[in-house]
C-alpha cells in the first residue's frame, strides 16, 4: 500500500479530531460526531432545555445536508478536491463569526470532508468520526492472514491514531493561538491540493 494513502488518511482523520476537539470545548458540541450530538440531543430534551435541544439538532441536520449536497456534487464527478477547498475556507472563516453559527459552519465543512474522500486504498472510511471505523477494524482482525483486511488494518488503524492525534493538536491549539480552528484549516489546504494531485 502507497505510503500516499496513509498520509491521506492521517491528514483527513487529523482534520476531523482538531476541529471536533475545539469544537467541543469552545462550543460545547461535536461538530463531526453527530453520535455524541444525538447523545446530547436527548440530554437537553431529558432535562427539558429546549434552546440547547435546538441547537443540536440544528447541528445535525446540518451536517446531514452538507453530506447530501457534497455527495450529489461527487456524483455529478466534481473533484473531491473542490469540497475539500470549501472545507478549509469554511474552517478558517468560523473564526470570525458568533459562537453558534460558528459551530454550525464547521459541522457543514466536515460533512462535506466525510463526503467528499469516502474510500482510501479501497478502504471505506469516515474521517470525521471514528466509530465506524473502529468496528471496521475490529471486523478486520479475524481476516489478518488476508492482504486485503491487512490493507483495510493499516488504514483504519491510522485513522484512529491520526483523529486522536488530531484532537491533542486542536486541544492545543484552543490554548496557544486566537484562531485555533485555522489549523485544521491549513490541513485541509494541503489535503485539498494532495487530493487534487492525485487525480
Given amino acids: 500500500m502507497p505510503a500516499r494513502d496513509i498520509g491521506r488518511t492521517a491528514l483527513l482523520c487529523g ?3 482538531a ?3 475545539i469544537a467541543y470545548l469552545r462550543y460545547d458540541t461535536f461538530v ?3 453520535t455524541g450530538n444525538t447523545v446530547l440531543l436527548g440530554i437537553d430534551l431529558a432535562q427539558w432545555r429546549p434552546d440547547r435541544a435546538g441547537f443540536h439538532l440544528g447541528i445535525i441536520a446540518i451536517f446531514f445536508a452538507a453530506v447530501i449536497i457534497t ?3 461527487v456524483k455529478r464527478e466534481v473533484s473531491a478536491a473542490v469540497p475539500l477547498v470549501v472545507t ?4 478558517a472563516a468560523c473564526g470570525f463569526i458568533a459562537d453558534r453559527w460558528s459551530a454550525a459552519v464547521v459541522a457543514a465543512a466536515l460533512g462535506m470532508q466525510n463526503a467528499a474522500v469516502r474510500t482510501i486504498a479501497g478502504v471505506p472510511l469516515n474521517t470525521v468520526f471514528i466509530t465506524g471505523n473502529l468496528v471496521q477494524l475490529g471486523a478486520s482482525l479475524p481476516h489478518a492472514s488476508d492482504p486485503e483486511h491487512r490493507t483495510a ?3 483504519l488503524t491510522a485513522s484512529w491514531i491520526a483523529y486522536a492525534s488530531g484532537a491533542l493538536i486542536g486541544a ?3 490554548h496557544l493561538f486566537d484562531y485555533p480552528m485555522l489549523v485544521p484549516a491549513g490541513l485541509a489546504l494541503i489535503a485539498a491540493i494532495a487530493e487534487a494531485w492525485t487525480r
Fill in 15 to 17: 482534520i476531523g479530531g
Fill in 19 to 21: 476541529a471536533d476537539a
Fill in 32 to 34: 463531526g460526531a453527530m
Fill in 71 to 73: 455527495r450529489s456534487a
Fill in 88 to 91: 478549509a475556507l469554511m474552517l
Fill in 153 to 155: 488494518m493499516i488504514v
Fill in 172 to 174: 492545543l491549539a484552543l
